[in-house]
């Protein structure tokens, strides 16, 4: 069964310092795709970043960045210099396999990141 | 260009009552999903459509529940006899799936905050 690990419940940066996120993932399925979403306390959540299992360089988006380790399992994404508004929770999640019809997204559990000025 | 909207954006009712949330999708995309979240879990998929056609349900979505997404653009969430574990933020999703592939990227609302009394 697929499943989506993120192990900090919370973090804490200094405003303009990077932070990584960490968040492993679980599938036998060679074709996957993974989501890193932002959820502010408003509650809506908001795509950052895609990174597709044969993808052959890690994603960038602006300030996100996913370091993509396949062996490894592995899809942390790094915040660059961070900003208030950054505070929020953010979720890893992956799509089920790309020959799969359905597409739904499996999530992990969160991260709380919390910007310090 | 309008991204997804969900109405309304909090219910409260009484255990027993019916409930009804709505979601306008991203206008040219062909998939909707519905997600449930509650407090301090990442989103877990209740359902999906591919245009009109509801193709998958989680075990998650009981009896008492049921969506619809008549002519393929706007959807609907029924929750029948609410229940107090009902109590939860519900999230609409919508994507453009094209025969060629590509990410799928899945495009959140704002989602539905419903307290059940």
């Known amino acids: 069964a697929q499943k989506i690990t993120q192990t900090q419940p919370g973090m804490f940066v200094q405003e303009k310092e990077a932070v990584t996120l960490d968040c492993t993932y679980d599938t036998s399925d060679p074709s996957y795709g993974l989501f890193w979403y932002k959820q502010p306390s408003s509650g809506e959540m908001i795509f950052l970043i895609y990174?597709?299992?044969?993808?052959?360089q890690n994603a960038t988006e602006g300030r996100y960045s996913l370091n993509f380790q396949k062996a490894r399992k592995s899809a942390n994404l790094v915040i660059s210099a961070s900003q208030l508004g950054d505070s929020a929770m953010y979720f890893c999640a992956m799509r089920e396999p790309l020959y799969n019809q359905g597409g739904k997204l499996i999530f992990g559990q969160g991260t709380e990141l919390s910007v310090k000025p | 260009d309008t991204g997804v909207s969900q109405d309304p954006r909090h219910k409260i009712t009484k255990r027993g009552q019916n409930v009804t949330f709505r979601c306008d999708p991203i206008?040219?995309?062909?998939?909707l999903y519905w997600y449930r979240q509650t407090l301090g879990q990442g989103p877990e998929f209740l359902t999906y459509?591919?245009?009109?056609?509801?193709?998958?349900k989680s075990r998650l979505l009981s009896d008492r529940f049921s969506a619809e997404r008549p002519k393929g653009s706007f959807s609907t969430l029924e929750i029948q006899r609410t229940e107090q574990g009902d109590s939860a933020m519900y999230l609409c999703a919508s994507s453009l799936v094209l025969p060629a592939g590509g990410p799928d990227t899945q495009y959140f609302g704002p989602g539905t905050r419903l307290t059940v009394l």
């Open positions: 990174q597709g299992s044969y993808d052959q």
């Open positions: 206008s040219e995309h062909n998939r």
């Open positions: 459509f591919q245009n009109e056609a509801q193709l998958e």
